[in-house]
């Protein structure tokens, strides 16, 4: 089991950016690991996902272009870089990870046995 912290979020004009980091407390190494969000009133909504090597990516439709997930396995840290955001972007977006045996992405959040507590993101129009 790991613990994860998210960091990064806050307030942004629709247009800009934001980088979202997912601090793990033991190595990350071995873990599929993944962002949600989930908006008031809304259900929890895949965003991306990467296997643990971070050798791939999955995304959802609507931030295809927009956003970058990536990993850094040495600093045990995972990433979420976020760039023309959308006022639909708003959100409490939260990191997932689980530990693996193959290279497989996990795309849904039942999958997942690992979170971290959320940071917001707020995209003002």
């Known amino acids: 089991q790991v613990q994860l912290v998210e960091s990064g979020g806050g307030l942004v004009q629709a247009g800009g950016s934001l980088r979202l980091s997912c601090a793990a407390s033991?190595?990350?190494?071995?873990?599929?690991m993944g962002w949600f969000r989930q908006a008031p009133g809304k259900e929890r909504e895949f965003v991306a996902a990467?296997?643990?090597?971070?050798?791939?990516?999955f995304y959802t439709d609507s931030v295809k272009g927009r956003f970058t997930i990536s990993r850094d396995n040495a600093k045990n840290t995972m990433y979420l870089q976020m760039n023309s955001l959308k006022p639909e972007d708003t959100a409490v977006y939260l990191c997932?990870?689980?530990?693996?045996?193959?290279?497989?992405?996990?795309?849904?959040?039942?999958?997942?046995?690992?979170w971290g507590q959320g940071t917001q993101v707020t995209v003002s129009s």
């Open positions: 997932a990870a689980r530990r693996v045996y193959s290279t497989i992405l996990l795309a849904k959040s039942n999958e997942y046995d690992n």
């Open positions: 033991g190595r990350s190494l071995g873990y599929a």
């Open positions: 990467i296997n643990w090597s971070g050798g791939s990516t």
